[in-house]
Nanobody, 129 residues
Framework: QLQLQESGGGSVQAGGSLRLSCAASGKHNNDYCMAWFRQAPGKEREAVAGLDSDGTTTYADSVKGRFAISKDNAKDTLYLQMNSLKPEDTGMYYC???????????????????????WGQGTLVTVSS
């Protein structure tokens, strides 16, 4: 069982940066993947970036070159560094994990986002123009 807690959201002007964190806790082995998702008002939840258990990273086309996903294994914490933010990046950002170590890259590349095993409560990001 994994518990996930996001933090780091906030309001920023276009062009600015934010770093989101997701602390994982609970009994688990290390063979799980993690990913970031977001949901804008009135829109479906979409995958943003994924990190498989073998270190493979995957990004949605809309954030490539601007966002970077990373993990501190010693702290069991996932990060999302977001640079050059745009108003269309506004939304609730969720951290998720899956016990299938290589599943996150599949989801970010177009798989079913609802298939992730564990979800956090979300942190709100607002980007103003």
């Amino acid at each position: 069982q994994l518990q996930l807690q996001e933090s780091g959201g906030g309001s920023v002007q276009a062009g600015g940066s934010l770093r989101l964190s997701c602390a994982a806790s609970g009994k688990h082995n290390n063979d799980y993947c993690m990913a970031w998702f977001r949901q804008a008002p009135g829109k479906e939840r979409e995958a943003v970036a994924g990190l498989d258990s073998d270190g493979t990273t995957t990004y949605a086309d809309s954030v490539k070159g601007r966002f970077a996903i990373s993990k501190d294994n010693a702290k069991d914490t996932l990060y999302l560094q977001m640079n050059s933010l745009k108003p269309e990046d506004t939304g609730m950002y969720y951290c998720a994990a899956d016990l299938g170590g290589k599943w996150c890259s599949v989801v970010v590349s177009g798989g079913d986002v609802s298939g992730m095993d564990y979800w956090g409560q979300g942190t709100l990001v607002t980007v103003s123009s």
